[in-house]
């Protein structure tokens, strides 16, 4: 079981794109209000890889990469046997809710242990990886490092200490629909056309050195504004790449208009946004239902209030 992660310092392009090396080192939050949990067992005799989510045959594109990374187990593990993987999400797939984050966190987990690899989190991280970026994240709970590195050994996500604060973000939900077009494919896009894209990267190195000083001193203002323009500057990115790559609907500037209101009010509120149309808001727990209330009101979306998640883990054996 893995819970999805929201980065503060996002993570947009690869250097490999096999390896899943980054551009760019990323922080993150996981959170407890959404998760995947997954089961793996492999089977002699079986041909083919028999792949569920929700109950439901996982096919095409999505079945391709569980399949590639199932692989990559078999490959590290010396096992022949086909899977069988079960996957229940509790949060919207493909909506840009992170849903890749659990999702192959919570598979390398699984296939991992099915295959009787017995991986430390450093490693589990790196094999996470290999299925999706933002997974790597998710090995971990709380605040999260991911070393962008220059290899398969140095790009892995550790734990971030920070003081304690009681930082929550309210997760606006706008839309459930699959987005048009996938991280994976808007990133690689973004670093072939966008001209802005190596000045985002540099900007980043920036926000990741004063977002680790910001969670040392618990500020949430500052940890809010660094997160705002880090996911601001990466939506830049996909604006000016060519054709334009554009996620955000009229009900997201609606919530960003929204949380300027809540600031100017004197409510520290702060917005990201990740590669869909839904905002996620981070403020105080004790403001969160004056922000929830307030982004509902000026979008018509959808909210849920999220803190900070556990560790991907074993649960009644999955
Ligand atoms: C905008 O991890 O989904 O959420 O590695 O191609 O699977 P792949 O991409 P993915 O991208 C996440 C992008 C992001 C930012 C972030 O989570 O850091």
Known sequence: MAHINVALVKYWGKRDPKLVLPWTSSLSL???????TTSVRFRAGAMEDRITLDGQPVIGEQRRRVTDFLDLVRLKSGRTNAAVVESVN???????????SSGFAALALA???AAGMELDKRALSRLARRGSGSAARSVFGGFVVWHAGHDDDSSYAEPVHTKRFDLVMVVALISFDHKEMTSSDAMRHTVETSPLFWPWVE????DLKDMHAALKLGDLDAVGEIAERNALGMHATMFAARPAVRYLKPATIAVLD?????????VSAYATIDAGPNVKI???????STVAAAVRAASGCVTTVAGAGPDAGVVDGR
């Open 90 to 100: 509790t949060v919207p797939t493909g909506a840009g809710l992170a849903s890749s």
């Open 282 to 288: 981070l403020c105080h727990r004790a403001h969160s």
């Open 111 to 113: 296939a991992s242990a």
């Open 258 to 266: 929204c949380v300027l209101d809540l600031r100017r009010a004197g």
């Open 203 to 206: 900007s980043s190195v920036t």
């Open 30 to 36: 996981t959170l407890d209000a959404f998760w995947t």
